[in-house]
């Protein structure tokens, strides 16, 4: 137990009389709801905000982040904003109705009151919500990268009527620097969940290792990436990858990834993960027919192409993942079909509703809560369902 963790239980103690020979592993083996030993906060149950000196968002100004303290959990949920992606001056701009990234122009002070409508994990009264009563960090995303970029790019307007635009791809920095001071603050961490849908969910498993590493204190992990799959680079994929590598400057983070991952072959960062942390439960949802994510991942690539080898692909890239999760017992899937709601893109986001796979009785919110909780769980694909997405 590390010096901070002692501290924090010396503080319990004060207040619940633990006596001069308290074993401090009771501490530890206690249901992290039947105890609170981290530091006492000044409010809690409301949104702070935090601004970090040196964190900045695409278009230059100050980054900032949200944490929501509980009086009842130590457990922590980090939940990464989705918002789409850009690479070059088209998409960051967001010019001829190109889809580009989320928050171009910063992020506002109130920006916290769109936590609930992000993420089912970020709303303390749903029920669904495995972490309700857990502390709580919402990431907004305004950097172009999901979460991940490591360059300061001059994007050029190829027909010449429009300046330069300067980007900050700054999404590695910010969450290196949300990470230290994420440590800093929490000295018991019975449990960690990283998710994020779309954006958020590529987010979560690229930025996995480095919370988990980085948050000394966190005993057990977990990993929920919605609809932000990396899927390996031999199949559709791959000119995606080859873009937002050279964008982003992926290549300058190589030396601090996990061993087993490779830029050759982004999907690695799945089983690289796996490896690392054998002991934690690393899961992906998406629905089959996803038509946003596979648009970001296919459409510029392949001249537009019409929305049934849009499919075509994303189920030849899913096949690929599926396979690949296959070989790690400690790697999970939970994949619906089809859900009206939001071009069914993103399980988790608004609600979890609707993303089931009703033939083998099973409820995304009931998989999550097993996944996060220990209870047994297996890898799930929904069939076909005739009639859904006509």
Known sequence: MSHRVWLAVGLACAVSACGDNADPAAFDAAPDDEIVINPPRTAYDEWQKVELPGTVCGNNTQYKFFVNYSDKSDSLVVVLEPGGACWDYDSCAGKNGIRGAANPNGITDDHYAQAPFISPFLDRN??????????????????????????????????????DLEFHHAGHANMLKVTSWIDEQFTHVP????????????????????????????HKGYLLDDSGPIFPSSGYSAMLHTKIRASWNLDSLQPEMPAGFTLDDMGSINTALADQFPDDRLATTFFERDFNYSLYSYERFFNFPPKADIMAMWASDTKLLTDL??????????????????????????????????????????????????????????????????
């Open 126 to 163: 749903n029920d669904d919500n495995p972490a309700k009563n857990w502390n709580m960090i919402y990431v907004p995303y305004c950097t172009g990268d999901v979460h991940t970029g490591n360059n300061v790019v001059t994007y050029k307007d190829e027909t010449g009527g429009n300046p």
């Open 191 to 218: 449990r960690l969940l990283v998710t994020g849908c779309s954006a958020g969910g590529a987010g979560a498993i690229t930025n996995y290792y480095f919370l988990r590493k980085g948050i000394k204190n966190a």
């Open 325 to 390: 999760y296959a070989t790690r017992g400690n790697l999970f899937y939970f994949l619906p079909y089809w859900r009206n709601l939001n071009s069914s893109h993103c399980t988790t986001v608004i609600t979890m509703d609707h993303s089931d796979i009703e033939a083998q009785n099973l409820t995304l919110a009931g998989w999550v809560g097993d996944l996060v909780s220990d209870r047994p769980i297996h890898s799930a694909i929904e069939a076909p369902v005739p009639g859904e997405d006509p």
